[in-house]
């Protein structure tokens, strides 16, 4: 039996050592941790459960059927973050180079279907050169049947990707059909295709960084969600991401205790709005001052700051975020804009998250860049998801909420529950001056006049009482209480139930 137990430990030795010292070394050199250091800064201090750690491939060309290395590039396992399940795989980039295998692809598969059978949340931490070279089609069959699992389990458990080295060819796709995408500064890229092809291509001479580094994929693609300056803030980033998320689209969102009270007031909000209505302010402010603590997590911080999106809590339950952000393009909605808050909103419905607007928006961004680049279809994208979000919505306008994007910006119209105004507010089809320049063109060159035209136009209509006359707003609220006025919404809506006429899906403008 002793003998049984050394063998037992020898090959579990050997695994653990992936490609051996010499590539664990240069891992390290590059600044970045292996496979199995990073699942041990994920989880929770022991509690990796390890699958297949002695499973090998089948290749036989090219010299395959010589070098068996267990595990196959990839370590897979669950545990647990803060004591919730996840399940987690993890590219060992010292074997193969991470690279794509059918067997490997096997791990993968065995656990996104435990994961979605016991619906918990599945972690990728990639590393990884794409298809191992030496399968062919093997190993794209095995990216296909990753592929498929990532749509199944899209809108029903919650799925994170960590960029954490290379990330090309068939490992980019798994990552874009999950639901965030996080990289590592300077030791992470994803692209399609690398510089050697895009050479011969394109004739585009580029460097990774450049083709598909974090600076590009956060601030120009806004193919990453966020990105950590290094393995170790990446991964603790992650556990904190997941403290947000509730672990399937049939669990309520995870309730975490909290000492700010649900009806702290805070009277510096009252002097948030500058006098002068063009002057910019911090949206940021208010909503770290609404939420639990000030804790926000960001989500694409670096791409369309013209709008804010992310989690907090409010009473220790998460809830989406979404504000426009005056300091960035006076809070205009543009196509990004509209598409990095459309996709939010719908990961917020799809796992049932309450969402809490704050508007401030002078309209669409007009122009032949936006119209060309399809502004009708990004924007259309906002107003199909707010609009067909069944979950709690809660809108605050503190500012302007002009034209289109006053309906689109979860108004009554498109089922928003409960609609807050600050006194501030001004809601009406464009501003002032755009308005009086259109209905009073021929008084143009008559300064006078049109100062008083703009002044009766403000009167009757910037502010939130014609709104409130209506019932489109349901209260017009002093700004200090926002966080008591949107707890209490939100307790009040918890018990919220809609009925949606059937459909296989619906068809929302990509
Ligand atoms: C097999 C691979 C491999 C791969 C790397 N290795 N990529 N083995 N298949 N795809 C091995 C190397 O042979 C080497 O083995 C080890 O991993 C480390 O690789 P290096 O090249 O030494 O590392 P580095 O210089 O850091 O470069 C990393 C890299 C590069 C940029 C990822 O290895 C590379 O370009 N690899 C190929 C990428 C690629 O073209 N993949 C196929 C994409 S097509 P040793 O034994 O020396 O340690 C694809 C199609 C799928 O994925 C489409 C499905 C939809």
Redesign the pocket.
Known sequence: MKEILAELESRRETARLG?GQR?IDAQHSKGKLTARERIEILLDEGSFEEFDMFKQHRCTDFGMDEQHIPGDGVVTGWGTVNGRTVYVFSKD?TV??G?LSETHAEKITKLQDMALRNRAPIIGLFD???????EGVA??GG?GEVFARNVQASGVIPQISLIMG?C????V?SPAMTDFIFMVRDTSYMFVT?PDVVKTVTNETVTAEQLGGASIHTTKSSIADGAFDNDVEALLEMRRLIDFLPMNNMADVPEIETHDEADRIDMSLDSLIPDNPNKPYDMKELVLKTVDEGDFYEIQPSFAANIITGFGRIEGRTVGIIANQPMVLAGVLDSDASRKAARFVRFCDCFSIPIVTFVDVPGFLPGTAQEYGGLIKHGAKLLFAYSEATVPKVTVITRKAYGGAYDVMSSKHIRGDINYAWPTAEIAVMGAKGAVEILYRSELSDKEKIAKRTKDYEDRFANPFVAAERGYIDDVIRPHSTRRRVSKALALLRSKQVETPWKKHDNIPL
């Open positions: 490609g590539r980039f193969f180079g690279s990884a050169g794409g298809a191992r070279i030496q190993a794209l990216y290379p090309a060819g068939g490992d796709y690398g």
